[in-house]
């Protein structure tokens, strides 16, 4: 079993960034590939970011490429995701997840969730 805590959502300005964390407890965090999707309000779910277990390996929707970075530390059990240039567009909760397997698509499936953390910008 693996937890996964979001944190670092919050209101922000057109234009401005924000970093997202996700902290892993329970099994080992290395093991897993993790991914970051968000959820606006009335739409589906949305991929936004994968990230393999050693990090050496990203992947990004084309929505978010050049904007977004997602990184890892694996040492302390944690996934980033560094938003910069954040748009009004942009606003959702956003989920990271894991699983065992990175793939640079996104999966049917994956193995855990976190509760999500709110981002909203405004214009």
């Known amino acids: 079993q693996v937890q996964l805590v979001e944190s670092g959502g919050g209101l922000v300005q057109a234009g401005g960034s924000l970093r997202l964390s996700c902290a892993a407890s329970?099994?080992?965090?290395?093991?897993?590939?993790m991914n970051w999707f968000r959820q606006a309000p009335g739409k589906e779910r949305e991929f936004v970011a994968a990230i393999s277990r050693a990090g050496g390996s990203t992947y990004y929707a084309d929505s978010v490429k050049g904007r977004f970075t997602i990184s890892r530390d694996n040492a302390k059990n944690t996934v980033y995701l560094q938003m910069h240039s954040l748009k009004p567009e942009d606003t959702a909760v956003y989920y990271c997840?894991?699983?065992?397997?990175?793939?640079?698509?996104?999966?049917?499936?994956?193995?855990?969730w976190g509760q999500g953390t709110q981002v909203t910008v405004s214009s």
């Open positions: 329970g099994r080992t965090f290395s093991s897993f590939a």
């Open positions: 997840a894991a699983d065992k397997y990175y793939a640079d698509y996104e999966k049917t499936s994956y193995d855990y």
